[in-house]
């Protein structure tokens, strides 16, 4: 669910990532960040940054 958030990108589902990353301390991170990094190469996007900024907000 988070991956598919950032990759759509917009203000509510950044706030949902937030909420689930606040939420679930217990979360797979490295999981997370593999798949945004395969999009990231797929896609010639940057998804990866945006978790990790969010990631850093709820640390």
């Known amino acids: 669910m988070i991956v598919h958030k950032i990759i ?10 937030r ?10 991170r490295e999981y997370i960040r593999s798949w945004l ?3 990231d ?3 010639g996007e940057s998804y ?3 978790f990790e ?3 850093r ?3």
Do not use: W
Not at 19 to 27: G, Q, Y
């Open 48 to 50: 990866l940054p945006k």
């Open 8 to 17: 759509a990108g917009r203000p509510r589902d950044m706030e949902d990532v």
């Open 53 to 55: 900024e969010l990631a």
């Open 19 to 28: 909420t689930m990353l606040l939420k679930n301390a217990d979360l797979d």
């Open 37 to 39: 990094t395969e999009f």
């Open 41 to 43: 190469r797929s896609l």
């Open 57 to 59: 907000f709820v640390s």
